[in-house]
């Protein structure tokens, strides 16, 4: 039997932070691989203020007994407070 596939996104302020989370990612074996859509416009409430901004999306592919795994990494390793997983 075959372990079900997961798909996971992510925004990210930037390029650099995308390319840095999608590289550490896929070399620890915690993706299969990494999308980088670079710009996507995000509209969000931040302490109670609705917000604008650009960010990048990352399209993050893996199977679905690492997903717990993948998260908290991504957790460990994103630039914000409350990353979007």
Known sequence: MTTPLRIVFVTVPDREAATTIARRLVEERL???VNIVPEIQSIFRWN???TEEAEV???I???DDRTSELEARIVELHPYTTPEV
Do not use: I, M, Q, S
Request: charged residues 15%.
């Open 57 to 59: 999306l990352l399209k």
């Open 31 to 33: 993706a299969a691989c």
């Open 61 to 63: 592919k893996t199977l």
């Open 48 to 50: 109670g203020t609705v």
